[in-house]
């Protein structure tokens, strides 16, 4: 099942176009393509499939040609248990914890037994 969450100030024009999106995430299913117009309309958002991803669209709101614009690849999104451990070992890496000591010693530990069967072993 394709799932497709659009977050947006503004309400979506149709199922493939929204304007104004802040965020968009994208759980299965087709990549989001940024597009803006030549008229300074603001910039809007397309699906399509990575095969026939179009270089112009139409404007939602005027009509005129738009150009599709690079954008940085949602990579990395939402907050998983795999991305927080991938985080956090990618944190460790660039600044390890600093030991400032030893460790504290053990005490109170003594080497002898107290099961009444290790009586019967010889001793070293």
């Not at 024009?13 to 802040?22: A, E, V």
């Not at 009509?63 to 985080?87: E, N």
Request: aromatic content about 4%; some cysteine.
């Amino acid at each position: 099942m394709m799932v497709l969450m659009i977050f947006c100030k503004a309400a979506t024009t149709t199922p493939q176009r929204s304007t104004r999106c802040r965020r968009r995430f994208i759980v299965g299913g087709v990549p989001s393509y940024v597009f803006r117009c030549a008229q300074g309309c603001p910039k809007f958002v397309e699906r399509h499939p990575m095969a026939s991803v179009p270089d112009n669209a139409e404007c939602p709101r005027c009509t005129c040609v738009a150009r599709r614009i690079p954008a940085a690849p949602m990579v990395g999104i939402g907050r998983t248990a795999a991305m927080q451990l991938h985080d956090r070992t990618r944190a460790t890496a660039d600044s390890p914890q600093v030991v400032s000591g030893l460790p504290p010693a053990r005490r109170g530990r003594s080497d002898m037994t107290m099961n009444p069967l290790h009586r019967g072993l010889p001793r070293p």
